[in-house]
């Protein structure tokens, strides 16, 4: 998903305010980011007061701390890039059940899950990061499967063919 996609879905409107947008978009260009970047937001318990975005990119991971509300000061950002042979991440494990995927995927400590269309996000998110650590280029962005069309001659929810 995209950073502009993020702050419309946000849980808490302090965190997607014009002047946290100030604060964040600015650090994200200088770093290599990009205007609109392809990211993770992980919202954390309280996102009115922090939260953390995750965006890769060629020559590293971003990990930025965002702080919407910091008495007397305004938004805050911590910002780091980190080296593609530093960051630290965990398996993309899959599960499902009664027609519904459950995905987790770790980095940073951040665990990040998602279940169908969210979870397709998740698995887009984690395959850019692992493309990314072995040197290869970044794949495009994935639809989830709630917008993708079906094949011709088949209906949503026929089986595969077999092979």
């Known amino acids: 998903m995209r950073l502009s996609e ?8 302090v965190a997607a305010e ?6 964040v978009d600015p650090v994200l260009t200088a ?23 995750f965006v890769p990119t060629e020559p590293g991971l971003i990990a ?4 919407p509300i910091v008495a007397g000061e305004g938004p805050r950002a911590t910002t780091k890039m980190i080296r593609w042979s530093r960051v630290s991440i965990g ?9 519904h995927r459950m995905l987790s995927f770790q980095v940073e400590t951040q665990v990040i899950r998602g279940v169908d269309a969210e979870g397709d996000r ?8 692992i493309a990314a650590m072995d040197g290869r280029p970044l794949p495009p962005e994935i639809e989830s499967t709630a917008e993708r069309k079906p094949r011709p001659g088949r209906r949503p929810g026929d089986p595969a063919p077999p092979r």
């Open 18 to 23: 014009p002047n946290v947008a100030a604060v």
């Open 6 to 13: 993020w702050r419309s879905a946000a849980p808490h409107k």
């Open 91 to 99: 398996e993309l494990g899959v599960e499902t059940h009664g027609g």
């Open 31 to 53: 770093l290599g980011a990009g205007p609109d970047p392809h990211c993770w937001v992980a919202w954390g318990d309280d996102p009115a007061s922090r939260y953390t975005i």
């Open 122 to 129: 998740v698995a887009a998110f984690a395959l850019r990061v």
């Open 64 to 67: 930025m701390f965002v702080r």
